[in-house]
């Protein structure tokens, strides 16, 4: 028999196998995001049956989800990169999960109940898993599946083990832009599958832009076959209707944003007559930035005083309305540039005759927005037309009830504009959340780049790095539990000037799983201290998970940094302060 000082000398792998009868190697639990609460105290491990299943009542979309997760536990053949002995209960197996849902009728839409609570009792063939809505249930067996390892039939998870679990917003999202380059739907589809391995739920698609009108509309078909890049860069509605399923099939909302008055150069290729300063250089020679006719290059914007505007405007949501079920609408509103407007005579002389641009804005939204609300959709625009410092709306014109903003620049400050003004709001401050900051600029001849030394960074550089996105407190400054209240969630942003498939995974991902963690459990431990030292470890095990289930997940750190656990961090505080 071994004395407890020579168990000192022996390596862990050899003191692991001498005792392989009792011990399985396993991680610490890493979930992710982190569950709000949960409890393994005997730190006890059980072999799942070689026949388990998954017992769940009928459900359309719960039962794809089953089906998934089911070809994922006898297929991912996890291996930790961190093994630490566990003691495995024998003697029997797990057979099933057994899934309850109170309420299966429960739609997919904000605010849907996504807890969940979870157990593997000891001693019992059967694990637990308890949920309001299937939504629920799907965050459930994700959890779940996050704790199996092992290579099948040999296969792992902890026992003794209670999970209760929702999120602390209902509002988890990402923006995709697909008109500045268009990416395939399996692009799409592979966003929608590692949103929710992570436990967001809502796929923002920004489809058109100036550049681009990819979507193909029943109703308008002359926008898609003209304004699109070409007939090989088109959404159908054969595959908007496979997106859409695939989001339900994931619990992920698919929520249109169609971008208007502003940002429809590309409606221009189909109608010319109610686009304003359509294919004219975005800054012209001699002239301000505050002459400038775009933000970046790609002109046009929708005529307001053209009725034809409005026959079109009026087609293209009652198409999106029937392609997409989401019960959100975004209708841009962001970024309306008074030069362009000002190079059409008719608006021309509308302002002579004393009319205001803010005016113009005001008649599109008030003839469109009644549209889209009657259409049974909740209408979201970005801050501008609220808080834009020259072009905006009177509150009047966007009823509480039925509008949602999306801020983007000033972080805090803005959001508490928006909730001081009693709006609820979904947070995507340019300063933590856009994740195509710090590329560089992509404007040709840029005489930023002859300077010697020069960053030539983008307009939003630098570029932002998870424990930025992490640590992000999107209430910060509300004080008041009302307005916090307002704050419907977040959503990190990824706009496609210098992004396309190539790249799609690793500028989302894991930025996208910081967001994740942060908008479900917080960024907080339970003393309150912000947790994004201790998220790093667990974080880029995630990472090499993600890159396991097909995601191309960018590395936060060198593999070295796992193999020697705490070599990595620092004891003296930030190095730019030394």
Known sequence: MLTLSEFHVIPLLFFITLLSPLLSTARPINIWPKPRFLSW??????????????????????????????????????????????????GYTLRNLVVIVTDLSLPLHHGVDESYNLSIPIGSVSAHLLAHSAWGAMRGLETFSQMIWGTSPDLCLPVGIYIQDSPLFGHRGVLLDTSRNYYGVDDIMRTIKAMSANKLNVFHWHITDSQSFPLVLPSEPSLAAKGSYGPDMVYTPEDVSKIVQYGFEHGVRVLPEIDTPGHTGSWGEAYPEIVTCANMFWWPAGKSWDERLASEPGTGQLNPLSPITYEVVKNVIKDVVKQFPESFFHGGGDEVIPGCWKTNPAIISFLSSGGTLSQLLEKYINSTLPYIVSQNRTVVYWED???????????????????????????????????????????????????????????????????????????????????????????????????????????????????????????????????????????????????????????????????????????????????????????????QDQ
């Open 385 to 575: 037309v609220l808080l834009d410092a020259q072009i905006k709306v009177d509150p009047s014109f966007l009823p509480k009830e039925h509008t949602i903003l999306q801020t983007w620049n000033n972080g805090p400050a803005n959001t508490k504009r928006i909730v001081a003004a009693g709006y609820r709001v979904i947070v995507s401050s340019s300063e933590f959340y856009y994740l195509d900051c710090g590329h560089g600029g992509f404007l040709g001849n840029d005489s930023i780049y002859d300077q010697q030394g020069s960053g030539g960074g983008s307009w939003c550089a630098p570029f932002k790095t998870w424990q930025s996105i992490y640590n992000y407190d999107i209430t910060d400054g509300l004080l008041d539990e009302k307005e916090r209240k307002l704050v419907l969630g977040g959503e990190v942003a990824l706009w496609s000037e210098q992004a396309d498939s190539t790249v799609l995974d690793s500028r989302l991902w894991p930025r996208a799983s910081a967001l994740a963690e942060s908008l479900w459990s917080g960024n907080r431990d339970e003393r309150g201290v912000k947790r994004c030292g201790e998220a790093v470890d667990r974080l880029n095990l995630w990472r090499y998970r993600m890159v396991t289930r097909g995601i191309g997940a960018e590395p936060i750190q060198p593999f070295w940094c796992l193999k020697n656990p705490g070599m990595c961090d620092t004891v003296h505080g930030s190095l």
């Open 41 to 90: 105290p005997q730190q006890k491990a059980i072999a799942l049956s070689p026949n388990f299943t998954i017992l769940t009542p009928e459900h359309q979309y719960l039962s794809a989800s089953v089906t998934r997760y089911l070809n994922l536990i006898r297929s991912e053949n996890y291996s930790p990169l961190i093994n630490r002995p566990v003691k495995l209960t024998k």
